[in-house]
């Protein structure tokens, strides 16, 4: 990859030579700003991704907003964006366009890290990815006027939030929430642990919460041609109008690939969604309400890079998926060649308590509690997964779920090492950082 430091980072794991360079808790600072990414679909063609079955048809409209909203946290001269989205995924092209756009303000790769949540009513992400030269309406047509739209309002929020920097007090908490998720390919792991990390001014008033459950935002199904942030988008506005004027939610999915959303009732596609929102933005404020906030918590993230298996054609491409997303023998090799990467981006977030390292893709829920469980045990109080985040390079399985065929390993590009080498990679990476933070021990 380009990013040197990531590269360099990588190279230390691989040889064990990461220097242990502990964080002084000083002063944490915060800054916010949300940006609407919805394209006007008057002017423009929005097709929305999620569903090779909507063959790249625009949006006849929206019906609720998409949005970016960038968190911005300072300590010690150094800083991190965290930038949540209502989008499918994030191609590579956007990432690199946002950066361009940041760059002047003192951000690079291994400070930015961009999460989405999955929405599948959302504009579809090879409509923003410039290497889908494949012209292929069942996985989107790259639009130019579409990426850079999208990358423009992600670099505005980022900006204004590093300009609105204040001081605040953070706390996490986390709680297991039962019956709204289930798992989707007949297993019976689901991960539900909802986490809550909580911003506060420094004279205590709730000001940003930041929300990590694991589910796919599916609820929305092919029929729907209206732009909409689907459950994760009812579930930040019932959090900030239920913790009052001012607050900010910010939603990051978890290891959703094979966990769909359950529990949800209503006559129609947008009142299961608002109902699911509705749901677990009560767990939400719960969990809200219940932490303890605290001045100077430690900041420390690192970038290194995912060191993929060799890209391969999937056996279940051709029997599931491939049919569609118009997939053939004729095609497949275009589409490893163009739009699949041969590595990716691997961000590990410290903020307090919470840990966070961040999967370019659709991990299996099991892997993403493997990890979970190895970084507690390595002292980590609140780990998750931020699923879908920098970069979106597959789903990622465990070789008995890449073996079983279906849907999910048909879209898995790598073969069925890929969860487990992926595994370790983010244990390590979790962690190097745990190693070198105050944090690190019980």
Not at 340 to 347: E, I
């Amino acid at each position: 990859m380009a990013e040197r430091q990531g590269c360099v980072l990588g190279w230390l794991f691989a040889f064990g030579l990461l220097v242990s360079s502990p964080l002084l808790a000083t002063e944490l600072r915060a800054g916010v700003a949300i940006r609407d990414i919805t394209p006007d679909t008057e002017r423009l063609p929005v097709p929305l991704g999620g569903y090779g079955a909507r063959e790249n048809k625009p949006a006849t409209g929206v019906h609720d907003s998409t949005l970016a909203k960038a968190l911005v946290l300072r300590q010690g001269g150094r800083k991190v964006a965290v930038v949540t989205l209502d989008l499918l995924g994030i191609p590579r092209s956007l990432r690199e366009e946002v950066l361009v756009r940041i760059q002047p303000a003192g951000f690079e790769s291994e400070n930015l890290i961009l999460a989405a949540s999955h929405s599948h009513a959302s504009v579809e992400m090879n409509a923003l990815n410039r290497r889908n030269t494949l012209g292929n309406r069942f996985i989107g047509i790259f639009d130019e006027r579409l990426l850079l739209f999208t990358a423009e309002r992600i670099a505005e929020a980022v900006l204004e939030a590093d300009r609105t920097s204040e001081t605040v007090r953070v706390g996490v908490a986390s709680k297991q929430v039962h019956g709204l998720s289930r798992n989707r390919r007949g297993d019976q792991v689901t991960d539900d642990e909802l986490t809550v990390v909580r911003f506060d001014r420094s004279d205590g008033s709730p000001w940003v919460v930041l929300v990590n459950f694991t589910a796919h935002p599916t609820w929305m199904t092919e029929h729907v041609m209206q732009v909409s942030a689907g459950w994760p988008g009812y579930l930040q506005r019932e959090v900030e109008a239920w913790l009052g004027p001012g607050v900010v939610c910010l939603y990051a999915n978890g290891a959703e690939g094979d966990t769909a959303p359950a529990g949800a009732q209503g006559p129609s596609e947008f009142a299961r969604a608002e109902d699911h929102g509705r749901k677990l933005a009560i767990h939400a404020v719960e969990v809200a309400h219940s932490i303890v906030t605290r001045a100077g918590a430690p900041l420390d993230f690192l970038l290194t890079t995912y060191r993929l298996p060799e890209r391969q054609a999937p056996p279940a491409l051709l029997e599931s998926a491939g049919p569609e997303y118009g997939m053939d023998e004729s095609n497949i090799r275009a589409l490893l060649d163009a739009m699949v990467p041969t590595d990716s981006y691997l961000s590990v977030l410290e903020i307090g308590d919470f840990l966070a390292v961040s999967v370019p893709g659709e991990m299996a829920a099991a892997l993403g509690l493997e990890i979970k469980q190895a970084l507690r045990a390595a002292g980590a109080r609140h780990p998750v997964i931020f699923g879908l985040t920098n970069e979106w390079i597959s789903y990622i399985l465990a070789p008995e779920e890449y073996d079983q065929g279906g849907y999910e390993p048909g879209v898995s590009f790598y073969g069925e090492t890929l969860g487990p080498v992926m595994v370790e990679q983010a244990i390590a990476a979790g962690k190097a950082l745990l190693d070198r933070s105050p944090l690190g021990s019980p």
